[in-house]
């Protein structure tokens, strides 16, 4: 299956959010390949892996960004070996743009995940472009005839080899999620855990590392925003959700949040980068949604109080809809 356009993606088993690729920007305008039937394969050497997808292309990224006009390779696969298990794999590379070197050569070192050793004396070897890569688990089950799921992701920001599982500097995220049904409703309740507080090179303090490169100043994000959670780097989050799926295809969702967000209270240096202040969150968020002129519109809205180590604390809230057509 072939895709060309802005298409949402989101890679993991959070509801949240998630680390390597989420809603949180607006999606990016790619081309992509994707295995269109999840059937597992039928030859006994391969069978063991169980129901498997595949997603793989190229996505372009804007111009007003430190480097202008990036590509992005992108590549998520899963595997569901049992019944209970699935396991998936990401990763994205940023090559090419303006000022960077871009023949087929780069492209390829930068996809393949070769690493550029050149003259690298003590610093060590570094990766072509601007990789991330990471994995994911969720298991589920029943447990007192109560369904449950319980789920990890790890995306990192580089790699010490060239060996897949060589990767460091590393974002957690965690998860457990239960479902049950009350007066003709299913709902689905969730507890998740965002860890993005990462420290690159010798010094276990210096943070500003998630989501950041030395040459793609503006980092893993589009237009401003990270492409990955929603917290940015250097944040702790809790959030407890309730999704309520209703007749007639209407719903809710409610989610509390607890967020510490950029908890060194410092910024990365590039002008590229918004310079956010230390600051603790706690939010609620509620949405309805319903099926309404052919298409489903949803309404919702956020409260929430931010506290601040420089600046007087602050109230806000905000209003938000949408609506959507398929055909």
Known sequence: MITAGAVEQWWGPG??????????????????????????????????????????????????????????????????????LEIGFSWSTQFCGEGEECSWESALKSITGQRDCRGAGEAGCTNYGNQMAGYDIRFSDTWFNIPFGVYYEKTCEDAKGSAPWDIVDCGHFGGIDTRFNFDNAQYKLFFEYTDTMVACGEDDNAFNCMYEHSTYQSGSRYYGKTYGSTYESDATVYALGLIGQFKDSKGITSILRYAQLNKDGSSPGSVWVAQRPKEDLLMLELSYRMPIWKGMMSVGGTVSRSEFDTQESESDASLFGTYEYRF
């Open 15 to 84: 509801f949240d959010s998630a680390l390597h690729r989420s809603n949180n920007a607006r999606p990016l305008p790619s081309v992509m390949v994707s295995r269109n039937n999840a059937a597992a394969f039928e030859t006994p050497w391969l069978s063991w892996l169980g129901p498997w997808t595949l997603t793989a292309g190229i996505s372009q990224l804007e111009e007003d960004r430190a480097v202008a006009n990036p590509l992005l390779w992108n590549f998520r696969s899963s595997i569901r070996p049992l019944r209970q």
